[in-house]
């Protein structure tokens, strides 16, 4: 059977912008033109003068959608679309029959919603809505943890295997991996878009993603968070993947615990991923085989598998270190390390093993001592008293998009010589622009996040990425994320 479709939804107030939405959508095989919401509808003007094929979906508030206008109202647009020429035309299934499907079998797209919980009698209703001949199934479930995504690709190879036209899909963040991976999941075509949760922009699901070129053999890796869909790392490590013809994937996996990635990762065959906020921690206490700072820290960033077991490693210390050393020279200087979690123990590490002396701040006493017998640091009060600092760390996630307006500290207290924050996401935090006012030099988040992802890069696929590819991509998302 042919390889997954891109279907790009299109929505719009008005018939002239739904028109030049639909004309932009470049990088689709087909368009969906969402009517509901159209306050001038026009179905002929729709539909005329396409350049792709359509599928012409008016769905009701009930149904998810925004059409307020009456059942029978929506039956007319439907029926006119049908009139029309429309290649479908979607249908929302409500167990009873219904004489458009009987009419227009070859041309419908029979469609069933669920936005609250995973239903138990999924295989029954796929076989009854299958059994009105609707040319294709469209099931789409909301995706609270990813391991509701391992009945959902069940339910997809066996339609496929058995030669039916089908759309299964896991709504919302943890979803994301069946709509990228659509063709494991039997789509034959797969939504982009920004018309429902989870969706992904038609041009990042083709360019970044590679969505055309995933196969069967294509190896899955993923960053680990909760959450994850904000991560920079799938732009960085796709891109790599590409610049060495790697035929891997790297998706966002939205997990709900550890245990519901690990078990998504035994189902869905993940070749390694990194771990992100907040499972460093506990992901550790999971993997056996972990490297000898990951053992250290008590925190791990990267996994591997590596036959039927995982490996662990922490690549936050040098991947820290790395931006910082490059240009300061911090001999003699005492650091304040704000946080207890991952991110702080790791700089922490690194610091007193560079022979600074460092101290760590938390609001949780206890926590920053825990943080501290792991480097060997002294703990100190929070909040960080002034003067007591010649560079300051943030290994909290404060200030991050997009909550912005948020700051580690007030301005009257960055009295010392550099701030370092690694939050990334602005790349100038309300910290570091304070902080230069204030006199003090600093260094954003980026560079750390960047110089951590090479390493994992290399650990996974032995090269590393050639030229400013991951600075390129990073650079990219993140003005991607603040457009």
């Known amino acids: ?85 429309a290649e479908f035309v979607d249908i929302e299934w409500d167990g009873s029959p219904d004489s458009r499907i009987a009419a227009h079998k070859s041309r419908t797209v029979l469609s069933y919603h669920q936005f609250s919980e995973l239903p138990k009698d999924l295989d029954d209703r796929y076989v009854a809505m299958r059994a009105t001949g609707a040319a294709v199934v469209k099931i789409a479930v909301q995706a609270k943890t990813l391991m509701d995504l391992a009945p959902l690709v069940t339910l997809g190879q066996r339609a496929r295997q058995e030669g039916e036209r089908a759309v299964i899909v896991g709504m919302g963040a943890p979803g994301v991996a069946s709509r990228i991976l659509a063709d494991r999941f039997g789509a034959c075509w797969s939504y ?35 959450p994850a869909m904000h991560s920079l790392s799938p732009a960085m490590h796709n891109a790599g993947f590409r610049a060495i013809s ?35 921690e506990d992901v550790h206490s999971r993997v056996r085989d972990s490297d000898p700072m990951g053992k250290r820290i008590g925190a791990v960033n990267t996994l591997k598998k590596v036959e039927d077991s995982w490996k662990a490693m922490n690549s936050d210390v040098d991947g820290f270190l790395e931006p910082l050393l490059s240009r300061f020279t911090v001999d003699g200087w005492r650091a304040t390390v704000v946080g207890a979690g991952g991110a702080a123990r790791a700089a922490s590490v690194a610091l007193v093993d560079s022979g600074v002396l460092t101290t760590i701040c938390a609001r949780r006493q206890e926590q920053a001592e825990e943080a501290a017998k ?38 009257s207290s960055l009295d010392g010589r550099l701030v370092y924050d690694l939050v990334y996401n602005p790349s100038c935090t309300r910290l570091l622009k ?47 994320t603040v457009e």
């Open 434 to 480: 304070e902080a230069s006012l204030k006199g003090c030099r600093t260094l954003g988040g980026l560079e750390m996040l960047i110089a951590q992802a090479k390493r994992q890069f290399e650990w996974w696929t032995g090269s590393h990425p050639p030229g400013a590819v991951f600075e390129t991509a990073a650079q990219s998302g993140l003005a991607l």
């Open 246 to 280: 790697k035929d891997a994937v790297y998706l966002p996996l939205e997990a709900a615990d550890v245990d519901d990635f690990l078990n998504f990762a035994d189902v869905f065959g993940i070749s390694g991923a990194s771990i992100t906020s907040p499972f460093k």
């Open 374 to 411: 792991v480097s060997g640091a002294m703990v100190g009060a929070f909040p960080v008293e002034p003067g007591t600092w010649d560079l300051l760390v943030n290994a909290t996630p404060i200030g991050t998009a997009p909550q912005t307006g948020e700051s580690l500290l007030p301005a």
């Open 192 to 226: 982009a878009g920004n018309a429902a949760p989870g969706q992904i922009a038609p041009d990042r699901l083709v360019r970044e993603f590679r969505f055309r070129e995933l196969s069967d053999s294509t190896e899955v890796y993923g960053v680990v968070g909760n």
């Open 1 to 85: 059977m042919a390889q997954s479709q891109v279907c790009v939804t299109v929505t719009a107030t008005t018939t002239d912008q739904l028109r030049r939405q639909r004309d932009a959508a470049v990088e689709a095989d087909l368009i969906e033109l969402r009517l509901d919401g159209v306050k001038d509808l026009d179905v002929s003007g729709a539909l005329q003068g396409r350049l792709k094929p359509a599928i012409v979906t008016c769905r009701s508030v009930q149904d998810g959608g925004s059409f307020d206008g009456g059942e029978e109202a929506r039956r007319r647009i439907i029926a006119e679309a049908l009139e029309c020429g």
